[in-house]
């Protein structure tokens, strides 16, 4: 923590007057950034960049259940033509639909779980958000210009959330 004007100093409106050490912020906002591109990678998106649209069925893992489910749906198709012309047994064409709906259920997850990784995404992308709204809160800015009138804080000290360090009145030239 660091004040950066004392009494008397004339301060601009949007001037820092007091900073408080940023790099356990920075070390966050790191860190919330390598989540989001893992985040991206398990969707099959570049690891950095603003567009989060995938398309689920591009995922290695939907396209993996999908490409199973195509082969069972054939499987038993093929097994049910075969069985009408009485080739093939009921008990095949039963064990070809349990495999068929084995795989379309696999499928189903596969597209559940891509939903869940971006509802991650959009988790990890507002973690993002709100660790840089922490760094920006790092710097106590003055909110209009004026001369600061006290010094309510010294660097080092710790303060609460909300607690005054410095008092900045506005000079009027016209009144005294």
Known sequence: HSILVDLGTEVAEGQVIARIDPVDYELQIRQA??????????????LEGDDD?????????????RAV??????????IRRLSQQGIISDSEVETADAAYEVALSRYQDALAEVRQRQALLIQRRAE??????????????????????????????YLTVGAPNATIVRVDPRRL
């Open 33 to 46: 950034e390598a989540l989001l591109a893992q985040a991206r990678a398990r969707l099959a998106l570049p």
């Open 128 to 157: 993002v958000a709100s660790a840089r709204q922490q760094w920006q809160d790092t710097r106590i800015l003055a909110p209009f210009a004026g001369v600061v009138q006290e010094r309510r804080a010294s660097p080092g000290e």
């Open 53 to 65: 649209r995938g398309d689920p069925e591009q995922t290695s893992t939907v396209k993996q259940t």
């Open 69 to 78: 489910l195509d082969e069972a749906q054939k499987n038993r198709d093929r």
